[in-house]
């Protein structure tokens, strides 16, 4: 059964080599285990979405859980789905940084960014938008 998770917590170490060590480490994962998804993070925090068989999407969360570089992960949307939106990324990412604030701001209430900033809705929305703008990139 094929489900998409979508999360955001804040980093605990706002540093690009940690985030780079994230996205080296999931995308090899995520390529052997026909996980797609993306990870924006970016302003001390992360929103990640992750598509793949339930029992892997699952563990992975859970991981992410326990995860220290992770605090106060909150999970905002999890849900069968019939088609990948993340189909071309292992781990897509998008550097929220690098993205003019008004392009975050139409999803969230108030800035900076936060966990509990996100709803299921405006996540989804923003991923979509995300794609579908080509700012969600491979490398």
Known sequence: MLVQLVFASVATQPCSQTQEAILQQARKHNADSAITGALCYGYGIYLGAMEGER??????????????????????YFSEISERTFAHWPLGRVNLESLNPSAI???????PPQPEHWTAVSALAFLKDMVASASVVAR
């Open 105 to 111: 701001l139409k999803y969230i209430p108030q800035w």
């Open 55 to 76: 029992s892997q999407i699952n563990r992975i969360y859970a991981e992410v859980l326990r995860d220290e570089r992770h605090a106060h992960a909150q999970l905002l």
